[in-house]
């Protein structure tokens, strides 16, 4: 029964099959989107505002919790923003972030709002490039990237002799 309501809640309604209705659809989409990025850039500012200025993290741990477990957020330039703009870390195994002291950020509350207005959070780390699926080059390239790195890395890569023919189609 659950899934019948998640179903019904996320497939189009018969109204949303009309042409029109389906392009406001989209446009309140988008606007909703812009709204949410601002939104999560001033939660952003908060955060890092609290743990430099007060040395309070609990607003970043929050928003963590939250935004972690969101397929529509770009929860790894979230964090990266914080850990570049704010005295927090990263912590993997407690998947949140902790106090991390330094001296180089920016305390001054006007100088930390001129700051971090000049980059947003989902700049500080880019967006991957959209590929084609059919897009065979693309594919290789990816392909040999990831194998040489888990060569270089020690790991055994199976039919590892196919990386050179592969590489000589692609370049």
Not at 10 to 20: F, M
Not at 90 to 100: G, L, N, R
Not at 138 to 159: R, Y
């Amino acid at each position: 029964m659950e899934k019948q309501k998640t179903n019904r809640a996320i497939n189009p309604t018969a109204k949303q099959w009309d042409k029109a209705e389906v392009i406001k659809l989209i446009d309140n989409v988008g606007q909703q989107a812009q709204t949410v990025q601002n939104n999560i850039q001033r939660i952003a500012v908060v955060a890092i505002g609290y743990a430099n200025i007060h040395g309070d993290i609990t607003v970043a741990q929050r928003a963590c919790e939250v935004f972690s477990g969101k397929k529509g957020i770009r929860f790894n330039s979230f964090v990266k923003y914080l850990e570049v703009h704010g005295q927090m870390q990263w912590d993997a195994k407690a998947k949140t972030v902790t106090y991390m002291k330094r001296d180089s950020v920016i305390k001054d509350p006007a100088q930390l709002l001129e700051s971090l207005s000049v980059r947003k959070w989902y700049e500080a780390t880019p967006q991957e490039p959209v590929e084609s699926i059919y897009d065979v080059k693309a594919q290789i390239e990816k392909l040999i990237k990831a194998a040489t790195k888990a060569a270089d890395s020690g790991k055994k890569v199976s039919n590892a002799e196919l990386l050179e023919n592969l590489s000589n189609l692609v370049t």
